[in-house]
């Protein structure tokens, strides 16, 4: 039977995650060797494949389940404020902004005033570390410590300082920057300890790295992990960003078990209701074709999941088990036609700024914990909106938009990858697997 989550629940799993994580993004920064790349833009924000850096940083840390922000701002600010108003509204975030430059330390002070949490995040806006959050909490914790560092380990290279280690993960050194063959690099992620930090005699203007960090004051730990990073603060790996983030198009014969479907539902899966909500089984139709897509659709993918936004149940309009009646009936009849899906959530929240409310990515975390064994690098969403769209772009899942109710939306476009009429569509243009017959009806 599918499993079916109400998403007004937080994030399981760790302490850091069940409250609700917090994060500093220090994005102040200049970008003086950037200059001739991105003239007067702080660099946080030099596009990369037609979107900010910032963007990339932003949903990395919203999917290690982060979804309380303080950006640290000072040169140009107004850029970033005036992205993030447009382009971030579902977000909950505020901005600390330097009235004059008050270098890494002090812009974290400044903005750890902002915060309420035990322990905090802090991360640069001009690189991205795509560490997990679990890893680096659990040594921060295991060892209480003032600070855990994540650590990048890297071959030949020059261009970072070292930080070495004893056997217990304890930060005993941090090397100036020279030729190295083999060692581990500050990656540019913390977690802090709020607390610890605070309670210090800090100047106003102040280093981070050499006050705090390399000052053998404070207990220091670190989290190896050797996952992707990339620092755009030079023009080589700026240029490198531009290919190495930028997804490839969507090659559909690629896809295989190894891949989930998550699909929206009203709209895609059923009819949708103009300007209200579906509550009550009577109400749900099935699209044409739908319900034979989905044996199709079982066949070519290991995982199907729904992600639906339900605001008539915050609202007050249906009840949970009404809900959960339609829910029922739909997989019943998509079962009998020879489909299945194997888990199904839903947003009941009315708050835009909800994490798990689509655009935001909150039900794709879920699916991710809930089966771990999902790649959403090798994921789809199916949907009919420009927020589940944005939702995918959000995840990190390729986006495929249905054009059954807005079919207006123009193409190309920045959110979508792929343009169908229906899912019935997009599940013929999939490539059969082996030793399938589709059905007769398609």
Not at 153 to 173: A, H, Q, S, T
Not at 279 to 286: M, T, V
């Given at each position: 039977m599918t499993e079916i989550s109400s998403m007004q629940m937080k994030f399981p799993g760790s302490p850091f995650r069940g409250r609700g994580g917090q994060a500093i993004i220090l994005a102040g920064g200049l970008g003086t060797r950037l200059r001739d790349t991105i003239p007067d833009l702080p660099k946080s924000m030099a596009p990369v494949a037609d979107r900010p850096f910032l963007f990339y940083v932003i949903n990395h840390l919203r999917m290690q389940g982060i979804d309380q922000f303080i950006f640290s701002l000072g040169y140009r600010h107004e850029v970033i404020t005036e992205y993030l108003e447009t382009q971030f509204a579902t977000l909950n975030y505020q901005c600390a902004i330097e009235e004059e430059p008050l270098d890494t330390g002090g812009a974290i002070k400044h903005a750890c005033e902002e915060t309420t949490r035990e322990n905090i995040l802090v991360t640069n806006g001009d690189?991205?570390?795509?560490?997990?959050?679990?890893?680096?909490?659990?040594?921060?914790?295991?060892?209480?410590?003032?600070?855990?560092?994540?650590?990048?380990?890297?071959?030949?290279?020059?261009?970072?300082?070292?930080?070495?280690?004893?056997?217990?993960?304890?930060?005993?050194?941090?090397?100036?920057?020279?030729?190295?063959?083999?060692?581990m690099i500050n990656a540019g992620t913390y977690l802090l300890n709020r607390k610890t930090f605070l309670a210090q005699d800090w100047p106003v203007k102040f280093s981070f790295e050499k006050e705090f960090l390399e000052s053998k004051r404070f207990r220091l730990f670190g989290s190896v992990q050797d996952a992707y990073f990339i620092d755009i603060g030079i023009p080589e790996d700026y240029k490198k960003a531009q290919t190495e983030l930028v997804k490839p198009l969507l090659d559909l014969s690629a896809v295989n078990k190894n891949w989930t479907l998550f699909i929206d539902r009203d709209g895609v899966i059923n009819h949708e209701k103009a300007d209200g909500y579906i509550?009550?089984?009577?109400?749900?139709?099935?699209e044409d074709g739908v319900k034979e897509a989905f044996r199709l659709l079982s066949a070519q993918f290991g995982k199907i999941i729904i992600v639906s936004n339900q605001r008539g149940v915050g609202k007050g309009l249906m009840t949970e088990t009404d809900l959960s009646s339609i829910h029922q009936y739909m997989q019943e009849q998509i079962e009998a036609a020879g489909g299945r899906i194997d888990k199904i959530y839903y947003c009941a929240s009315t708050d835009d700024k909800d994490p798990e409310r689509k655009p935001n990515p909150g039900m794709a975390l879920r699916a991710k914990t809930d089966i771990p064994s999902i790649d959403l690098s090798r994921s789809i969403i199916v949907g009919n909106k420009l927020s589940d769209m944005l939702f995918g772009r959000n995840a990190g899942i390729y986006t495929v938009f249905a054009a059954t109710t807005i079919p207006q939306v123009p193409f190309p476009h920045p959110d979508i990858d792929l343009r169908f009429g229906s899912l019935p569509d997009f599940a013929k243009a999939l490539k059969p697997s082996q030793n399938f017959t589709p059905p007769a009806a398609l």
């Open positions: 690189t991205l570390f795509k560490f997990d959050i679990n890893e680096l909490e659990s040594i921060h914790h295991e060892n209480t410590a003032d600070a855990t560092l994540a650590l990048k380990p890297m071959k030949n290279f020059d261009r970072y300082g070292m930080v070495e280690m004893n056997k217990d993960g304890l930060i005993i050194g941090f090397r100036e920057k020279q030729f190295c063959e083999n060692g509550l009550n089984r009577d109400e749900f139709q099935f």
